[in-house]
């Protein structure tokens, strides 16, 4: 399927050769297995580099005519978002003596090369944040971390054609996208009753399991970081004024744009929920504690 992104890969693609083109596929890892420590897994499909001509470089280039595996695309970006270096996969992080808890054998990353240069990564990380904040991901955007991520919509082939209708709608997406602790790829084989965008179906997904992650790790929330262009039909977010000290009338016109509950007797505000700084949607309830 053809998308605005789409024509950019192929310009990308000619200006590169197949040549070149074949051989950062392969150095990202794929048309090979990764040697995750899983039984089955798939290779994947590439055209070999002599049935590659005018066509097949132009679809190549943006993934189409290609086949991958969800670890392949995995292990594949994390090279272009860590740095530059592709890792070997692995499930297992220790062997553990049951009675004992002694660690009988520890695997560690292991470094198979680098792929591209640390400046080059930390353009790709922030190309992939503004697909968040700004393109077709904006439904992965968390309000005060930095997300970066790419939404996919692939045709499914059956009997050697592509299906019309018929799609698998991703996302892959990491943060903090500075520095990325965790990538989530979510695929959904051909969703029902919902337009047929990576953007519409899988980021939503990504974006919940990408939350549930800053708790899980304990990830901060980091400094600096791109604000989300709203769309019209967007629930728009803003930080959360602090009108604590304030009198009641003052505080309703700094919180104009806020439903306002308020409890207590008194003149002045002493405590808001959710509190000064906080995110909110426009238009959410502020509750007030009044005092004297």
């Keep these: ?111 198979i090369r680098n792929v591209i240069s640390e400046e080059t990564s930390k353009k790709v990380r922030l190309t992939l944040e503004k697909v968040v904040a700004y393109g077709t991901g904006r439904n992965a955007f968390i309000e005060d971390y930095r997300v970066g991520g790419k939404t996919g919509t692939a045709q499914k082939v059956e009997n050697g054609s592509y299906m019309i209708g018929n799609y698998i709608l991703s996302f892959i997406g990491f943060l903090p996208a500075d520095k990325p602790e965790i990538v989530v790829y979510v695929a959904v084989d051909n969703p029902k009753g919902i337009t047929q965008y990576g953007g519409t179906v899988a980021a939503p997904i990504a974006k919940s399991i990408l939350t549930d992650a800053i708790s899980a790790l304990d990830i901060e929330k980091p400094n600096g970081g791109l604000e989300k262009e709203y769309q019209w039909y967007e629930k728009e977010y803003t930080k959360l004024p602090n009108v604590v000290g304030m009198s009641l009338e003052e505080a309703k016109k700094v919180l104009s744009e806020f439903n306002i509950e308020y409890t207590g007797n008194g003149k002045y505000v002493k ?22």
């Design 271 to 292: 405590s808001m929920a959710p509190s000064s700084g906080t995110s909110v949607i426009i238009g959410s309830k502020v509750r007030l504690m009044l005092g004297n």
């Design 1 to 111: 399927m053809l998308t605005q992104s789409n024509p950019g890969f192929v310009e990308i693609g000619k200006r590169l050769g197949k040549e070149n083109l074949f051989k950062y596929i392969e150095k990202f890892g794929f048309g090979k297995k990764t040697g995750i420590d899983l039984n089955g897994e798939g290779s994947g499909i590439l055209f070999s580099l002599d049935q590659v001509g005018p066509v097949e470089l132009a679809t190549s280039s943006f993934g189409q005519g290609v086949s991958v595996t969800a670890i392949q695309q995995i292990t594949a970006v994390s090279a272009a978002i860590n740095g530059g270096t592709l890792y070997k996969p692995y499930i297992v992080d220790s062997i553990v003596e049951p009675e004992t808890n002694e660690i009988m054998k520890k695997f560690e990353p292991t470094k």
